[in-house]
């Protein structure tokens, strides 16, 4: 089956500009939650989403927002992008969140996306 | 402060070797924690999650254990082999109620020399 997409696949930006980075969860994932990750940080947990609802928000300013639509694909938009938002973005899926069955716990992430800002 | 770390953040053996990797968290009231991997420019691959009520999980040439009131868990893999190269990172999930993020480790890299 296929897995969880996430395009675009790479991306430049400048300084002030906005961005819009798509993830399409596995069929039948319901969840899905989002990642940045840099070189000095390592991977920080954006949001969480389940049927259309954030069930948790990780300590990123506002300008960093996400939604769910109905059939589970997921979009996260950065405003105003920063220098320091040069990041991969990772999407990850799983059949249910955070206290689930341990089956429907496991997360399959997708490639991610690179952005770039100059 | 919950937090995950991962000691070396480096390390290269040669191939055949027996390894293990080394994860260790703050706030033994976890809920789960997996094991990851992830090659150069890619996502994560779960290799191994453990529930809380669980000792250890193994697949194939690996093995993952939690001890919860020492705060670690370590990643075994058997026979490494240079496809093992890769960075491995472990993520801990804390008890929060029915809301609860998935904290990482800043990963290992792996080097296997043939």
Redesign the interface.
């Known amino acids: 089956k296929a897995g969880?997409t996430q395009t675009p696949r790479y991306l430049i930006k400048t300084r002030g500009q906005q961005v819009t980075l798509s993830c399409s969860p596995i069929s039948g994932h319901r969840s899905v939650?989002w990642?940045q990750q840099t070189p000095g940080q390592?991977?920080?947990?954006l949001f969480?989403y389940f049927s259309e609802t954030q069930?948790?928000k990780?300590n990123f300013p506002g300008r960093f927002s996400g939604r769910q639509f109905s059939n589970s694909r997921s979009e996260m938009n950065v405003s105003t992008l920063e220098l320091g938002d040069s990041a991969l973005y990772?999407c990850?899926s799983s059949l249910a969140p955070?206290?689930g069955d341990?089956g429907a716990?496991?997360?399959?992430?997708?490639?991610?996306s690179?952005l770039t800002v100059l | 402060k919950q937090e995950v770390t991962q000691i070396p953040a480096a390390l290269s053996v040669p191939e055949g070797e027996n390894l293990v990797l080394n994860c260790s968290f703050t706030d033994s009231a976890i809920?789960?924690l997996?094991w990851?991997r992830q090659d150069p420019?890619?996502?994560?691959?779960?290799l191994l999650?453990i529930?809380s009520s669980q000792r250890e999980q193994t697949s194939g040439r690996l093995n993952a254990s939690l001890d919860k009131s020492s705060g670690r868990s370590t990643l075994y893999i058997a026979a490494s082999q240079p496809g093992d190269s890769a960075t491995y990172?472990c993520?801990v999930?804390w008890?929060a109620g029915?809301?609860?993020?998935?904290?990482?480790?800043?990963?290992i890299t792996l080097s296997v020399r043939p």
């Open positions: 969880v939650s990642y390592g991977l920080q947990f969480e069930r948790n990780g990772l990850a955070g206290q341990s716990n496991v997360l399959t992430f997708g490639a991610g690179r | 809920y789960n997996q990851f420019g890619k996502g994560l691959t779960s999650l529930q990172l993520a999930r008890m029915a809301n609860s993020k998935l904290t990482f480790g800043k990963g």
